[in-house]
């Protein structure tokens, strides 16, 4: 479902979505003159958040859309879903700490992949991750 | 069943698996299915996993890699990882992915070659 040309909303109730994110994610990184491994970094990033949706919260969305920052032009993912949230933000950014028989490297994977990433939770209510690259850093 | 694009074929004793670009979770489920099923029946005594296709290697995607060689191991096998491109292996190792104890080779040459030495008699 497009929103703009410069933005665009991917539902998330699958485990076929996955694909599709990252189709959607490599071809607009690449277009906006991502290099190759920046481009990798970001499609795992939003892989590991999509994984997450469907197998936690079974559906939500991903948006993106190119950001500006600080003067630096960048993408922005945001990954919103109205799962069970996260009790513990601080404990699910920890290396190794899984609910769900993982290897609990999602969350801290991501972050160390992007140059931001901000997670919103409440228990009962759900989750928005936003994570963001920028094209001037590498 | 096996999802299209992935291929095995038998090369002497050993099973050349080559993981298509943009693997789901099923199909790498039912690659790891299909690769213990056929060290089985070619009684193939090494794995070589051909990722240089994939541009995204995922915590589940390595999670399943990882445990295919256990069992490949545990039927009496091992395995090669061949072809990881530098931008999957910079991106693995920044996600936190251990891949340490695991066989490497730079391509599917290389990777035959190591293969190769755990051949009965030696040859290569
Ligand atoms: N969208 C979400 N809604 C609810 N809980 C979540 C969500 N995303 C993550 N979590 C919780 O945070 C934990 C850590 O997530 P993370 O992605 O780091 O690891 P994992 O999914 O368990 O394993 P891996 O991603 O390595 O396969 C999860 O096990 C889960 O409990
Ligand atoms: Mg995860």
Redesign the pocket.
């Known amino acids: 479902m497009m929103t703009g040309r410069d933005a665009c909303e991917v539902s998330i109730d699958s485990e076929n979505e996955m694909i599709s994110v990252r189709k959607v994610i490599r071809n607009v990184a690449t277009e906006m003159g991502f290099g190759v491994t920046d481009v990798t970094r970001i499609v795992t990033a939003a892989s590991?958040l999509t994984?997450?949706?469907f197998?936690?919260?079974s559906s939500?969305t991903m948006i993106w859309r190119t950001c500006e920052v600080n003067g630096n032009t960048g993408i922005e993912l945001i990954?919103e879903?109205h799962?069970?949230?996260?009790a513990d933000i601080e404990e699910?950014m920890q290396a190794g700490?899984?609910?769900?028989?993982?290897?609990?490297?999602?969350?801290?994977?991501t972050k160390r992949l992007m140059d931001d990433m901000e997670i919103k939770?409440q228990k009962g209510e759900?989750?928005v991750?936003t994570i963001r690259k920028y094209l001037r850093r590498c | 069943m096996i999802a299209k694009n992935t291929s095995v074929i038998k090369i002497y004793n050993t099973l050349l698996v080559t993981v298509p670009a943009d693997p789901d979770d099923n199909t790498i489920t039912e690659l790891q299915e299909h690769v213990l099923e056929s060290m089985e029946k070619c009684v193939a005594k090494g794995v070589i996993l051909d990722i240089s296709m994939v541009e995204t290697l995922d915590?589940?995607f390595a999670?399943t890699i990882t445990e295919t060689i256990q069992m490949v191991a545990v039927m009496g096998g091992d395995t090669v990882i061949a072809g990881m491109r530098p931008s999957v292996a910079i991106t693995a190792i920044q996600l936190g992915l251990n891949l340490g104890n695991v066989r490497t080779a730079l391509n599917v040459e290389l990777a035959l070659d190591m293969v190769a030495d755990f051949r009965p008699g030696g040859q290569k």
């Open positions: 590991e994984r997450n949706i197998l936690y919260a939500g990954f879903d799962g069970p949230g996260i699910a700490f899984t609910t769900g028989g993982g290897l609990g490297l999602g969350l801290p994977g939770s759900g989750t991750i | 915590s589940f999670r």
